[in-house]
């Protein structure tokens, strides 16, 4: 039975009537030895006028770029569309381990996308959907194909229907130019939410993936600006003495903590979003920036070199019960919390660079994620799976991608400046 789904719609406005073309090139440098043959065939099209969009193409490009897949395009069996016509052997013959069919047709203003998921060597059927997507959302609407097919085959749901925010400088002698980009996770769609001659930093999402918080430096000092996606609405949120920095939204949305220095050192606010209150939950003459919470809202974790440099610290949301987390290496920062609270990533300093490092909170397992380099700003994808960070090359800004295992990279490069202060955004319904 299909099951149908409808909350595309609400995902596709959000982004708007923006172009496709995109603002990232993203490549896979590492994935897993002994990738899953997946064969995608072209998805029928049972109507006149056909879009250019190409669905299973978008699809084939997402399973590449998870370093997971092997996708199968060329001399493939032709004809089979859904579960009547699906014959395993010319599949099996072609080399393919599971096999994604299906066909679009034209419903008023909307393609209706019908689809199935086969595993060859089982000869049964994983999964089958229809969707309904707005004619001019195809691409989002591929992205959302992508995730259920990522899901039937993994187990795990996929977040290629997730955007990313990300800050693109682009340089004109010594002039620069501080863009905050909004696209999709392969780096298409590219939206400019704002820019400035001056430096613009920490982009974070708001749990419902309508609201970006971030730090700009426009009126010759730090502060911190929500800004409303799809209206462009700004308003500022911290604008007092000294340093406001580093804004993460607690995930019920109510409020932000922050990094203020308002009353000396920079230490750990948290604002009521609603009433406007602004609480004081560290009180340290050392440096405490840089707030993340956990999935439940209950722990708050944060950098700190109260013990003489930067380490990881947990405390309770009220500011109470404050424990130091890190202890593996001389520099420790940069943490982002796993969207199932079971680990955290940061940045790892030694060896002359700095890289990524997640740790396991159940047994204290410490996994290196990568080698070398200078990296930063990492940010957890909302299934889990991957974690996009920054990472400077000589001057040159780029983002880079590694799975929560280590084992699959990917670059995303700009194709227009340089990249950096990378944020995942929720999935949305």
């Known amino acids: 039975m299909l099951r149908p789904l409808t909350g595309l719609l609400g995902i596709a406005l959000m982004l708007g009537a923006s172009q496709a073309h995109a603002v990232l090139e993203v490549t896979v440098t590492e994935g897993v030895s002994g990738a899953i043959p997946v064969a995608v065939a072209p998805f029928e099209w049972r109507g006149e006028g056909e879009p250019e969009t190409r669905m299973s193409g978008i699809l084939g490009d997402n399973l590449h770029r998870s370093g997971l897949f092997e996708v199968l395009r060329e001399d493939l069996p032709s004809g089979a569309t859904g579960p009547g016509d699906f014959i395993p052997e010319p599949w099996r013959a072609a080399g393919a381990e599971y096999v994604v069919v299906g066909s679009k047709r034209p419903d008023g203003d909307r393609v209706v996308v019908d689809f199935h998921v086969f595993d060859v060597l089982a000869e049964e059927r994983l999964g089958g959907w229809r969707i309904p997507v707005p004619a001019d959302m195809l691409r989002r609407g591929g992205h959302r194909v992508s995730d259920l097919v990522f899901e039937a085959i993994t187990g795990d749901p996929g977040a290629f229907s997730a955007r990313i925010a990300f800050v693109q400088v682009q340089r004109d002698g010594d002039e620069r130019e501080f863009r905050l980009q909004v696209a999709d996770s392969d780096g298409a769609n590219p939206r400019t939410l704002y820019r400035s001659s001056d430096p613009v930093m920490s982009p974070a999402w708001s749990p419902d993936g309508n609201e970006l918080v971030y730090v700009s430096f426009e ?26 920095s580093a804004p993460a939204w607690s995930p019920d949305g109510r409020y932000l ?33 840089e707030p993340a919470w956990s999935p439940d809202g209950g722990t708050i974790y944060f950098t700190s070199d109260r013990a003489g440099a930067p380490q990881i610290y947990r ?30 990533v940061y940045v790892e300093g030694g060896d002359g660079g700095f890289r990524l490092a997640r740790l396991d909170l159940g047994d204290r397992r410490v996994t290196r994620l990568t080698d070398s380099g200078n990296a930063e ?17 000589g001057t040159r800004g780029v983002l880079g991608s590694v799975s929560r295992d280590g084992r699959v990279h990917q670059r995303l490069e700009g194709r ?14």
């Open 416 to 429: 227009d400046g340089e990249v950096r202060e990378p944020a995942w955004s929720p999935l949305g319904e």
């Open 219 to 244: 009126n010759r000092q730090s502060e911190v600006f929500r800004h409303d996606v799809r209206s462009g609405e700004r308003v500022s949120l911290a604008r007092f003495r000294g340093i406001n």
């Open 315 to 344: 405390m309770d949301a009220d500011g109470g019960d404050v424990r130091r987390l890190t202890f593996e290496s001389g520099y420790a920062a940069g943490v982002t919390v796993s969207p199932d609270g079971d680990s955290v």
């Open 377 to 393: 700003s990492p940010s957890f994808a909302p299934n889990g799976s991957m974690i996009l960070y920054a990472i400077s090359e």
């Open 257 to 289: 903590a922050l990094s203020l220095s308002r009353d000396g050192s920079p230490n750990i606010y948290r604002l009521d979003l609603q009433s406007g209150d602004l609480e004081q939950l560290t009180r340290s003459s050392a440096i405490e920036t």
